[in-house]
């Protein structure tokens, strides 16, 4: 019988989708609620971006891409790079993926090594830090609430 690993406890819990169904729910019986709970609009999607996505499934723009991306849309992101920071970075360095969390767990396989600190954005995922924990990385807390301003810039 399969049984779930002991560290996966220490992994800790990823509660937003229960907040997001709190949210719903109380709007639901009338209440007026900002739901701060996930990374999701809160408005409808635009409707020139609506028809951009139809048409492009039209086109047969659909199903897997390269594990990086698109060439067209990582090199778009190259030039931006360069345009607002002066970065040169060549397409084949940038990695398109599907959200934040796929990146975050990506770069802590990586680099989360015993030992090794990790900053992390916060506010952030709920289960940055455990991730963190769990490779022996020790969590950095990355707050954007600081009292002086910080400009990160890429390092390419």
């Known amino acids: 019988m399969l049984r779930v ?34 990374g999701q609009p809160d408005f409808p999607t ?3 971006i609506s028809e951009a996505a139809i048409k ?8 897997y891409t390269n594990a990086t991306g698109i060439l067209p849309l990582r090199q778009a992101v190259a030039a931006d790079l360069f345009k607002r920071f002066k970065a040169e970075v060549s397409p084949e360095q940038v990695l398109i993926a599907p959200g934040g969390k796929v990146t975050m767990f990506a770069a802590i396989l ?8 990790i900053l992390y954005p916060d506010p952030g995922f709920p289960r940055t830090v455990g991730a963190i924990c769990r490779r022996g990385g020790g969590p950095v807390n990355g707050s954007v609430f600081c009292p002086a301003p910080r400009k990160y810039r890429p390092a390419a």
């Open 56 to 63: 492009a499934i039209r086109d047969g723009h659909h199903g």
């Open 5 to 38: 690993i002991d560290g996966f406890s220490r992994m800790g819990e990823e509660n937003a989708f229960t907040v997001l169904a709190r949210a719903n729910e109380l709007a639901a019986q009338g209440r007026d609620i900002i739901s701060l709970g996930i």
């Open 46 to 48: 635009p409707e020139h």
């Open 110 to 117: 990586m680099f989360g090594e015993k030992g090794a600190d």
